[in-house]
């Protein structure tokens, strides 16, 4: 699996990502494990004409030392179809930036 992860985290840093992927992200039914819905101005085109495929999502990982992002675009509401796959050039940069902004909004060095 393609990821982005930063690892390393200090345990205050994790009680605070924790308590901020709780408030502003939706989790799954796996502990540790957030939905981020991917932005609609950067889907391909097949995603765009897969509108019962719609939302997407990245899978983020949140543990003790750890978070992972996986660079897999997913769907909630089919196991397969070929408008998942991994983010394109465009998608995994928002992807990582948007991770990025995430420890600057909480003010935690990485």
């Known amino acids: 699996m393609k990821q982005y992860v930063i690892d390393e985290l ?3 840093d ?3 990502i924790k308590a901020y ?11 540790g494990i957030y939905w981020l819905q991917l932005d609609q101005n950067i889907l391909t085109e097949v995603q765009k004409e897969h509108a019962e495929c719609q939302p997407f999502y990245f899978a983020v990982d949140l543990e003790q030392n750890l978070m ?18 991994y983010a394109t050039e465009k998608q995994r940069n928002w992807f990582i930036g948007f991770a990025d ?10």
Do not use: Q
């Not at 992927?21 to 502990?31: A, I, K, L, R, Y």
């Not at 996986?70 to 408008?83: A, D, H, M």
């Not at 902004?101 to 990485?110: A, G, P």
């Open 14 to 16: 994790y009680e605070t």
């Open 68 to 85: 992972a992002f996986e660079l897999l675009v997913r769907t909630k509401s089919r196991i397969r179809c070929n408008c998942m796959g």
């Open 101 to 110: 902004s995430i420890f600057d909004k909480l003010k935690i060095k990485t």
């Open 21 to 31: 992927m709780d408030e502003n992200f939706n989790s799954s039914n796996v502990g």
């Open 10 to 12: 200090r345990p205050k």
